[in-house]
């Protein structure tokens, strides 16, 4: 908690120092000096502005913060011009972003290496599809989709465990969410089993899987030995009594992992038939040194009408400033695997994409989003099919699966 409180204290001395000193200058570089400053405005970035144009300047310590610069600048600008200032190494994400969007709210973005500001080339639409051929590392988007999304196959070491995931496999409360790294099942969204493969055979972890090393239960399984009927009633002990502390118990709370269980066990909630392709491994840009990274989809399939929704999902209370942003970068990823994707699904050539923020509600009326989301939705590119659900009873889903409800908003209509 301390090394936290550090950190969060060393950023905002650096903010203030960058604000104050850096940004004033680099702000007069591209032709605005007066500071634009309002009460309750957030301070994690400096703001200028005369009658026409609206420059939001961003500092390197804000590290993937950066991307809320967008946000912020479009929400605030009061339809001026709107102009980012952002530091080297952290525009990649928003000069991707950028040309989705509407041209009275695309944004001019510019490049600073703290004391020179530089104005980056606008790119078109096409140009960010192809970019997504750097993560691919020369790969076709079905052979790199493929290698992505197809789950650890335990090959020869099955047998030694056969019990076990034949066990896991027919488990009521148990959803497979393997991975290329890993065979895994997880309980209302909390991964409570899991298996790797190692040299000499296989480690199986049970029970709530904590981020910290070693505070769940760990069995190496030599492959010749097989698993012992003790390990193996051990392991299904630690598995149910994970299953317990999800479902009864400290770990019983309704976090976006749970609502994304309740919508993936049944995605006619959402309007999408089987086949429905649940945590899809995807690429999004990043607003850091690592410029890609991996994102996962929550769920992606065909509607009634043969066209494809790209599924996002929050909870009500996530106050999320990019949701917006997030669902768009998996729809420019949909655009570069169009041809995979499709494959995939059995989908037309002339099936939409559209994307489905899904947002579930915590007491039945409509979630209050981040300010943020407003400013962001309507000036996103109106060729882009968007539209909003609320799911409404997902807490208690695993009680009373009967009562959820989803409530389908129009198209590019905003929760009230």
């Not at 041209?103 to 020179?116: F, G, L, V, Y």
């Not at 494809?308 to 655009?335: C, P, S």
């Amino acid at each position: 908690m301390n090394m936290i409180s550090d950190n969060q204290t060393n950023i905002a001395r650096l903010r203030e120092k960058f604000n104050c000193h850096d940004a004033p200058r680099l702000a007069e570089q591209v032709g605005v000096v007066k500071p634009w400053i309002q009460p309750g405005v957030s301070s994690r970035f400096a703001y200028f502005a005369n009658d026409d144009r609206f420059v939001v300047v961003a500092g390197a310590q804000e590290g993937d913060k950066v991307a809320a610069a967008f946000a912020y600048g479009l929400t605030y600008r009061s339809g001026r011009k709107l102009l980012l200032v952002l530091p080297e190494h952290h525009a990649l994400a928003t000069s991707q972003r950028a040309p989705w969007f509407s041209p009275d709210a695309r944004p001019e973005i510019w490049q600073h290496s703290r004391t020179i500001a530089t104005r980056m080339e606008a790119v078109k639409q096409e140009a960010t599809i192809q970019a997504f051929e750097e993560p691919r590392k020369g790969r076709a988007p079905h052979t790199e989709l493929a290698a992505a999304s197809t789950g650890l196959h335990l090959g020869s070491r099955s047998s030694a465990v056969s019990e076990l995931v034949d066990w896991a496999t027919t488990h009521r409360l148990l959803d497979p969410c393997h991975r290329k790294g890993e065979r895994s099942w997880h309980c209302m969204g909390q991964k409570v089993l899991s298996m790797k493969r190692t040299k000499t055979g296989l480690s199986i972890s049970a029970g709530i899987h904590w981020k910290e090393p070693g505070k769940c239960l760990s069995v190496p399984v030599n492959c010749e030995l097989g698993l012992s009927s003790s390990d193996l009633k051990l392991l299904q002990a630690e598995v149910e009594q994970g299953i317990e502390l999800r479902l009864c118990g400290p770990f019983r709370r309704p976090d976006e992992h749970w609502l994304q269980a309740v919508i993936r066990r049944n995605p006619k909630l959402v309007g999408v038939e089987q086949p429905a392709l649940r945590e899809l491994p995807a690429w999004r840009p990043q607003d850091s040194g690592r410029r890609w990274g991996r994102g996962y989809i929550d769920l992606i399939g065909m509607d009634g009408h043969g066209d494809i929704r790209v599924v996002e999902t929050k909870i009500a209370d996530n106050k999320d400033e990019i949701l917006i942003l997030q669902g768009l970068d998996y729809f420019i990823w949909a655009q570069a695997y169009d041809d995979a994707l499709r494959t995939r699904l059995g989908a037309a050539t002339r099936a939409k994409f559209e994307i489905n923020y899904v947002v579930g509600s915590n007491d039945g009326n409509h979630p209050k989003l981040s300010p943020f989301t407003n400013a962001l939705a309507a000036g996103i590119d109106a060729k882009i099919r968007w539209r909003f659900q609320i799911v409404s009873n997902w807490q208690d889903a695993d009680r009373q699966p009967d009562k959820v409800r989803s409530e389908q908003l129009g198209p590019k209509t905003l929760p009230a």
